[in-house]
């Protein structure tokens, strides 16, 4: 809570947007260093299998941000974002697969290698267009705003609110999950889409297109982040809050709350898009497990552990999870499950605020104990 | 408005007529007829369940009533409208419960009620304008939070919360003010200033009170209208109503 | 008495008819002389000639010796042989054990493939020995018994022995009986060369269920197959109206296992109804209590090899008290810390369900357990040849209804139920009457859970009991509850019912997968529709 009430304080003479950027840039440059002009010897090298993964946490973090906006700001928890991520990370799959041409194991000039196989004669109505990467890119952002701009103007017309919406989140992506999964959709059923080869023509294997997309990703990451602190920021940022905190008021106010969780709802399925379109090149496959409810779920811990109502809290549970996941399932394997549990129930009995709103805390307690001073205005916990 | 002198009888602002809604067979509101002029202070009274919020609820679009007629101004049907278009006709309700956002600043709450376009696209680029910061000034010394303004509203005492959704009420320019129990909760000085603000607002304004705390109306009615069973029970100014016989035995004289 | 009466009457019906007509086979029941006939008919079935032995099998069936059946079944088998060393003739056992000498019914020891020779058959035999057999069988007094011979006439019936079907035909007083020999003889009188027998069969043919009957009428139907265009006709007509039929049956048998997904639904999703609807609390650990209950019944199993008809009896408990006990320490360790927090409580019970299944992984195996089903829910009940009823799936529905009433008796007319519905009603009142409010809300979310347990029990002995198991029925359970109005048993029945049977008529037109997303599809609409469900309460509680 310590962001969204607080409006017009980003301080005098420093430009959040320009820090953001900045932060961004020295980021991207130093890893890309690091990897491209150290040499392997060196111990600053950074090997590309590192800079994909710090790519891949960009995408996370990109996606922690969307649901944030959604969770922490609008107070809708999503169990279903996974669903908007994966249509964007489909889309970008299509592009890819349409990308391999007559390179793939059967040589068909069009169809790609799994249609062949389902002795497809043509290619579907919806594949088309695919082939170009400016309409894919339309595609990554229109596809899962799209779905979520009608699942929410029902939704939120007929005002279902709360676990109900919740459970329908995670009804929806369940469906589509079971839907990705048929071979007669068109999307390579459960194998989804993969052995990708290049992208506008260059090798998806090799190390400077992998810093590339690393590169993007991040600054990805922080074009998302600056613009949903714009709109967390704006007075439809605290209209969105005072929705959160109650909705009838809103309404009795003259506001119509639907619109509001329609424009938020929306916006951040297609950054979620555009999260997944990231993610799929980086990681070589898409398939229906992204659609899991699993999946959603586990995305809403990273910003319930970084702390939600707090942007740079979403994106830093993000990566935190992501770094442990990665750590735990490469060294304890059966551990993962447990700890991903574990999170669950701690965060929420102990954690309402994540790392970041503890760490808020232990700071404000520190100063009072320096200072004597009583507790802070505007300390309060949800 | 101003034309018009106190003592002329002013136009309609609001007209209920024949209303009546039920709940699983409940007769909530049964056949109740309401006339509020546009200058004038009424109170509402009734026992437990007589049907006062509801009222205020078909009022503002929250519930829609099964029969009858709810009109406002002139003649717009406001069982067609919904909450935030009677919201934006002018209609303003403070609830019984103070609702206030408790995590935003006083100012940010008096700032979110202002009246002004309540489109998304206008929310995105709003920007606090200089008579707005002025109309948030004059707010806040109306409903004495200035030394407030920078808290949280969840961190308000009960009688301030009270006076903040008052303040909201007042930002939103309403022609017709609906209070659902305005004193609940304040101290005797508080009770004081709020009499004197509704009274003051009624002077042109249309607001009509509901209230529990009889001592209060007293202090403030005019007309008072006593609901019963979900419908009208007796009305008139306060003096003939204490001595009216029925009302004191289904309320009055408990 | 009834039933003896008829049956002697039907004895006796038998005896004189056969006596008259001296057809092929037919035994003579209480003939004295049986015994003597048998005996020396015996000897023929081992004559060097084909012929002899052919008088010798009549000779046998027409005996009415009790033992004819076994002899002439051992021959078909191959199994009637005759001792090197005396001559004597015996049954060789089907597998394992001592041939069974045929004239002392004694067994015989000992004896080998090389002691013996066995008796030689050819085709002819054969024919002439499986009619011999059936005819035996249609005359036995046990109606299961003819019941079964007829069956296995219909279709492999010649036309030489038509002469015996026609006669136990008319010997036959059992309805159901006479129905499947008027099947199996009109199957044969359908090959042959006179028009009018051949529409005559069809005719008899009409609103059979066998699938044989509808594959000789298509076959009449053809114009290939079949010259005459008046019996074509009325073949295609007869196919059409059994089509029809067995369609219904298609249809019937869907609702079945609609009625019965919509059973386990309603187990899986009261407990839900109970913990979400009656206490308001998200418990995404449901489905993890159903995986609970399913393996305490493979743990029960496990345990108690010899005991696998009582198992389930054993498992219902212990199920119940398992996923109730771990029920109420979510309770008291954590939801009791969120209440008024839906959302958290459905992340931690979300990561209670993560830790329950890895727990269950760790402790048994990422794989999937078999469980066994007893005896007395195995089978099925046959209706006809097109529908029938499994019991386990029976057995679920009239369970599932068991434990629906015995909620419904819980909460209206104990202790315990009132204290709970006084709770969930008002607690502060409750509370200042001095209900344990904290308790009751302990034992009502294990009582939610316990449930889910027992719905684990029988869902082991429809499906996989793995670690995922109760991801499957946790989406639908919400499903249910939401469908049906929250806090609502009647409408969890309802929701269970209209979702299973809904799932199941769709599916031979859809497909599983697209049933399933028609379903969640049309409920997320439906709430779009009705936010409160079906049976929702109305009114300005229903709208706070």
């Known amino acids: 809570m310590s962001e969204s009430p607080v409006h017009g304080s980003g301080g005098p003479g420093r430009s959040p947007t320009a820090a953001v950027l900045g932060v961004a840039l020295v980021v991207v440059s130093v890893v890309g260093v690091l990897n491209q002009a150290v040499g392997e010897s060196s111990a600053l090298h950074v090997p590309t299998y590192v800079v994909t993964l710090l790519g891949k946490y960009a995408c996370y973090a990109l996606l922690a941000v969307a649901l944030d906006l959604v969770w922490g700001y609008l107070g809708i928890l999503s169990l279903g974002h996974g669903a908007f991520f994966a249509l964007g990370g489909y889309a970008m799959g299509m592009h890819l697969m349409r990308e391999i041409g007559p390179r793939g194991v059967y040589g068909h000039p069009v169809l790609p290698d799994f249609m062949v196989f389902l002795d497809w004669k043509t290619l579907p109505w919806y594949w088309h267009g695919f082939d170009s990467f400016a309409f894919a890119l339309v595609m990554v952002v229109l596809v899962p705003a799209a779905l979520a701009f009608v699942f929410g103007w029902l939704a939120f017309r007929s005002r279902v609110t709360g676990v109900y919406l919740s459970i329908m989140t995670q009804a929806l992506t369940y469906a589509l999950m079971l839907a990705f999964f048929r071979n007669e959709m068109g999307f390579g059923g459960n194998n989804g889409l993969t052995d990708f080869k290049d992208v506008l023509g260059l090798d998806l294997q090799s190390d400077a297109t992998r810093v590339g997309l690393f590169v993007c990703s991040t600054m990805a990451l922080a074009a998302g982040y600056l613009l949903a602190r714009g709109i967390v920021r704006s007075r439809l940022g605290r209209v969105v809050t005072a929705i959160r905190d109650g909705e009838g008021r809103v309404r009795s106010l003259g506001y119509r709350p639907e619109r509001y969780k329609l424009f938020v709802f929306t916006v951040s399925a297609a950054m979620a898009g555009v999260a997944g379109a990231l993610y799929v090149p980086q990681v ?80 404000a307690a520190w100063a009072r104990r320096v200072t004597g001073a009583s507790r802070a205005p505007g300390e309060v916990v949800p | ?250 309320y009055l004289g408990e | 008495m009834n039933h003896i009466i008829r049956h002697r009457h039907r004895r006796w019906l038998v005896r004189g008819l056969l006596g008259c007509v001296l057809a092929l086979v037919g035994p003579i029941l209480g003939a004295t002389e049986t015994r003597a006939d048998f005996e020396a008919a015996l000897a023929g079935l081992d004559a060097r000639d084909f012929a002899d032995k052919l008088r010798a099998i009549a000779e046998v069936a027409r005996s009415g010796d009790p033992r004819s059946e076994t002899v002439l079944a051992a021959m078909l088998d191959g199994r009637l042989a005759v001792t090197r060393a005396g001559g004597r003739l015996v049954v060789l056992p089907a597998e394992h054990g001592d041939a069974v000498d045929v004239r002392s019914g004694a067994p015989v020891p000992g004896l080998g493939a090389r002691q013996t020779s066995r008796v030689r058959i050819n085709n002819r035999l054969r024919g002439v020995l499986r009619d011999a057999i059936a005819s035996l069988r249609l005359a036995s007094p046990d109606r299961v018994v003819r019941l079964d011979a007829a069956r296995a006439l219909v279709g492999g019936v010649d036309a030489s022995s038509l002469g015996t079907l026609r006669d136990a035909l008319e010997a036959e007083g059992d309805a159901e009986v006479r129905g499947v020999l008027e099947v199996a003889l009109a199957m044969a009188e359908a090959r042959s060369d006179d028009v009018d027998t051949r529409l005559a069969a069809v005719r008899a043919m009409a609103g059979s269920l066998r699938p044989e009957v509808r594959g000789l009428l298509r076959e009449m139907g053809d114009e290939e197959r079949e010259s005459d265009p008046r019996v074509r006709s009325a073949a295609r007509d007869a196919l059409d109206a059994i089509e029809a039929e ?236 939401v469908f049906g109005g929250v806090g609502n048993l009647l409408g969890t029945f309802v929701g269970a019912m209209t979702l299973g049977i809904v799932s199941k008529l769709l599916e031979p037109a859809t497909g599983t997968v697209l049933a399933k997303i028609l379903v969640l599809v049309s409920i997320i609409v439906f709430i779009q529709r009705r936010p409160r469900g079906l049976f929702a309460l109305s009114g300005r509680a229903a709208e706070a």
């Not at chain 3, 607690?427 to 684990?456: N, P």
């Open chain 2, 1 to 250: 408005m101003s034309l018009v002198g106190p003592e002329v009888h002013t136009p309609t602002l609001l007209y209920l007529d024949g209303v009546s809604v039920s709940f699983d067979g409940f007769k909530a509101i049964d056949g109740l007829s309401l006339v509020v002029d546009e200058t004038e202070l009424r109170c509402v009274i009734g026992p437990n369940g007589a049907g006062k919020t509801t009222m205020m609820d078909i009022i503002t679009g929250r519930t829609r009533p099964d029969t009858g007629r709810v009109e406002y101004a002139d003649g717009v049907d406001l069982t067609r409208c919904d909450e935030s278009e009677i919201a934006n006709l002018g209609i303003g309700r403070k609830f019984q419960k103070p609702t206030v956002f408790e995590h935003h600043t006083v100012d940010d709450n008096l700032e979110l009620a202002l009246a002004g376009r309540r489109s998304v696209a206008a929310s995105l680029r709003f920007a606090l304008g200089p008579e707005d910061r002025d109309r948030i000034d004059e707010l806040l010394a109306t409903v004495n939070l200035r030394g407030l303004r920078h808290r949280l509203a969840g961190t308000l005492s009960h009688g301030q919360k009270q006076w903040l959704e008052i303040g909201m009420l007042l930002a939103q320019r309403p022609r017709l003010l609906l209070v659902d129990e305005p004193v609940a909760g304040m101290t005797a000085q508080e009770t004081e200033r709020t009499a004197e603000l509704l009274v003051g607002l009624a002077t042109d304004h249309a607001v009509v009170v509901v209230e529990h705390d009889m001592e209060f109306v007293r202090s403030i009615a005019r007309k008072v209208t006593v609901l019963h069973q979900g419908r009208v029970l007796a009305e008139g100014p306060m003096s003939v109503i204490q001595d009216d016989p029925l009302v004191n035995a289904v």
């Open chain 3, 246 to 481: 067995v369609a219904l049956y298609g249809h019937l048998s869907s609702l079945y296992f609609g009625v019965s997904l919509g059973s386990v639904l309603l187990l899986a999703a009261v407990g839900l109804a109970i913990t979400f609807g009656v206490m308001g609390v998200i418990n995404m650990a449901h489905g993890e209590m159903v995986m609970l209950g399913a393996y305490t019944t493979y743990v029960v199993q496990t345990l108690l090899p010899d005991a696998l008809e009582i198992s389930l009896l054993v498992a219902l408990p212990l199920a119940f008290l398992v996923a109730g006990l771990v029920g109420v320490l979510m309770e008291r360790g954590i939801i009791r810390h969120l209440y008024g927090r839906p959302l958290e409580t459905l992340l931690a019970t979300f990561g209670v369900s993560l830790v329950l299944q890895q727990t269950v992984r760790t402790v048994f195996s990422p794989l999937n357990r078999s469980v066994s089903t007893p005896q007395w829910m195995s089978g099925a009940l046959e209706i006809n040849p097109v529908l029938a009823f499994t019991y386990n799936r029976l057995y679920i529905i009239a369970f599932s209804i068991m434990v629906l009433l015995a909620l419904v008796v819980l909460l209206r007319r104990t202790r315990f139920g009132l204290e709970m519905r006084a709770v969930t009603q008002n607690r502060a009142m409750a509370s200042a009457m001095g209900i344990r409010t904290s308790r009751v809300d302990a034992m009502t979310f294990g009582l939610g859970c316990g449930i889910a347990g027992l719905a684990g029990v029988a869902l082991s002995q429809l499906t996989n009991v793995g670690p995922n198991m109760g991801q499957a029925y946790i989406v639908d359970s919400f499903m249910v509850v």
């Open chain 1, 284 to 363: 070589g496959i898409i398939n229906p497990g992204e659609f899991a409810p699993l999946s959603s779920i586990e995305l809403v811990v990273w910003v319930a552990v970084g702390g939600r109502g707090t942007l740079h809290g979403a994106a830093l549970g993000a990566v935190l999870v992501n770094y442990a996941k990665t750590w735990l399932t490469g060294t304890y394997p059966e551990v993962w499950l447990f700890a991903l549990g574990a999170m669950f129930v701690v965060v929420t009995l102990v954690l309402p605020r994540g790392i970041v709103g503890l760490a808020a805390t232990t700071r």
